[in-house]
């Protein structure tokens, strides 16, 4: 009888020795795939950790490590259901993943991986909700960086997660778009009139109409021909030699298309869509459409009757 008490004894020693041990050696396999992570050599660690998990299924740290590999690795779906497991274990682990979550995001920001880090943040934030003004102040650097680079697409997307995740940045984030708006006019001014428009385009996103009138004055109707004429008569027939049509204004040199043409006159009458159209109210005014050049606009009028001719032109400072 002693001596199977004995047995007994010593043989449940050995299990839980061996227990220990095979714990041990368990729990050693996390920590050696910790070194391949310091080393970067993620796919040795992703190896050690499914092999760990398909052993222990309940080791939350083990799915939580593989989860920061599959982060490293870009596999954010991977990384998902490895979180998820670790949380369901464990929930302290919310803390710890919302700031796996930060810091990837961060890495994709330095790396101009935008749309990558916006989805980081916004995982981050639903694991740990007060990183959010951390958060909000890393995109808003990054925001005010890519303005100071000219591109304004990325900074208004990064600008717009930092109000997002804290409104006390939104007053802040006002004046450094006006700032930049107002910097795009002064480029613009320097620039030949050509190569104006697009810089005018994008401050609008920032400043208003009227702050960009004052830098660039908005288009404007400018004389740039007018002359009195004296008709040299006409039998009102169909006699070519003797109409009375006077060739005035030349295309290309008097006006141009898209010029706004006014002819006053009581009995002045101008060729006009393929016919002779008569002065009504004193004056007529029509859109140039001409495009040949040296083309001339036809007007008659009676033999010594005034008429005058004007040509506007829509001038812009962009």
Known sequence: MKRRIILSITTSVIILILASTSHALLSADVQKAKEFMVAKMYPQAIALLNYRINVKPTDAEAHFQLGICYIAQDNFSGADQRFESAVALKSGYKYKIGGEYKKAGIEALNKGRISQAKRSFGKAVNYQPNLKA???????????????????????????????????????????????????????????????????????????????????????????????????????????????????????????????????????????????????????????????????LSVRAPQGEEFTIKVQRLTSSY
């Open 134 to 296: 951390d958060i909000a102040k890393e995109c808003f650097s990054a925001g005010e960086k890519y303005l100071n680079q000219h591109q304004s697409n990325a900074a208004d997307e990064l600008l717009f997660v930092a109000v997002e995740y804290d409104d006390l940045l939104g007053e802040k984030k006002k004046k450094i778009t006006r700032e930049y708006g107002e910097k795009l006019l002064d480029i613009a001014k320097d620039k030949p009139k050509k190569e104006r428009k697009k810089y005018v385009d994008e401050a609008k996103k920032y400043l208003t109409q009227e702050d960009i009138n004052v830098v660039l004055p908005p288009p404007t109707w400018k004389t740039v021909f007018q002359k009195k004429y004296f008709g040299i008569g006409y039998t009102g027939g169909n006699d070519p030699d003797n109409d009375g049509t006077m060739y005035t204004l030349e295309n290309g040199k008097d006006c141009e298309y898209g010029d706004e043409i006014t002819i006053s006159g009581e009995n002045a009458e101008v060729w006009y869509s393929g016919r002779w159209d008569k002065i009504k109210d004193e004056s007529f005014t029509f859109v140039n459409k001409l495009s040949k050049k040296g083309a001339r």
